[in-house]
């Protein structure tokens, strides 16, 4: 009995390579795991539920169908790029969408599972773009837009964010450990699972008595990864075809 973890996958049509690397994933990795968890960012980026009939989202949601179907659960986390992810996404892939954060018992351990960009909070232009986009009404006006103008927003948001992020330092767009300590401290020490930064890692932090691991999940632009928990251990999983600069990430004490 086993779950396994991943995150920022970025899945488009553009990217054949990851598709299929995902592909490959589902049909022969994940189908020994009793779930898995998708920790935000499946998609490059999610306009609408309304753009759930194109040839590759439909590719990629009967891919997670067939695995829930065989009967490994499937859960899915908003991610900072398509967190306009609803429950018809979840109906078409048969998932379950988690609320970030969310804690889990798994196997004996509490276990908080997170995105991870509501922790880079030096990121302080992001964030305030985060609480306009993060607020319903917005979200209600701008799921009123036609879909083809949707996109072309976000097109738009892409390049502009693209660009901010040549000037922001690489500190600024890590996680804030005293962020990392809050939400910590405020799930009683739990185990912490996230994604969002690129920066795979397992880290071990020390805190009012307590050792609390964090393990940081990798995207899969540039190579892919996994996490593995069941209840004697957490290791990262080999994923079949991952690229070969693909390393198993190391521990940060
Ligand atoms: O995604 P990634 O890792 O490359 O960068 C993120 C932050 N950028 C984003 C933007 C997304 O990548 C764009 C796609 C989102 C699709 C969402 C659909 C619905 C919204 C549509 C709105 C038109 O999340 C980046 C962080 C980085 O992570 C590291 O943490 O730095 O943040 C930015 O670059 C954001 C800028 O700093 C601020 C952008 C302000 C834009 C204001 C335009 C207003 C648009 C309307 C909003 C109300
Ligand atoms: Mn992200």
Redesign the pocket.
């Known amino acids: 009995m086993h779950s396994l973890f991943i995150s920022?996958l970025?899945l488009c049509a553009q990217r054949p390579d990851t598709t299929r690397l995902f592909q490959a994933f589902i049909r022969h990795t994940a189908p020994a795991a009793e779930a898995l968890y998708i920790l935000g960012?499946l998609f490059?980026?999610?306009?609408g539920d309304d753009d759930l009939d194109t040839a590759f989202h439909l590719e990629i949601t009967q891919t997670l169908r067939a695995l829930a179907e065989h009967g490994t659960r499937v859960f899915i986390m908003h991610?900072?790029?398509?967190?306009?992810m609803r429950k018809e996404l979840a109906a078409a892939c048969h998932a379950q969408l988690l609320p970030d954060p969310v804690k889990l018992d798994l196997y004996g351990t509490p276990t908080l599972l997170s995105h991870g960009?509501a922790l880079?909070t030096d990121?302080t232009?992001?964030q305030?773009?985060?609480r306009?986009?993060r607020d319903s009404t917005?979200?209600q006006q701008?799921l009123a837009i036609p879909l083809p103008q949707?996109k072309a927003?976000?097109e738009?948001?892409?390049a502009?964010?693209?660009?901010?992020?040549q000037h922001?330092s690489m500190d600024?767009?890590?996680v804030n450990l005293q962020a990392v300590h809050g939400i910590l401290q405020a799930h009683a020490y739990p185990r912490l699972i996230h994604g969002?930064?690129?920066r795979p890692a397992h880290h071990v932090h020390h805190l009012d008595g307590h050792t609390c691991d964090r393990w940081v999940l990798g995207?899969w632009d540039t190579h892919a990864n996994a996490l593995r928990c069941d209840a004697n251990s957490v290791r990262w999983e080999n994923i079949p075809g991952a690229p070969a600069q693909t390393e198993h990430p190391l521990t940060l004490l």
């Open positions: 920022d970025h960012d490059e980026y999610w306009a991610g900072n790029r398509d967190f306009l960009d880079c990121d232009a992001y305030e773009f985060r306009q986009v917005w979200q701008f949707r927003q976000i738009g948001l892409r502009q964010s693209s660009a901010e992020k922001k600024i767009m890590d969002h930064t690129h995207d």
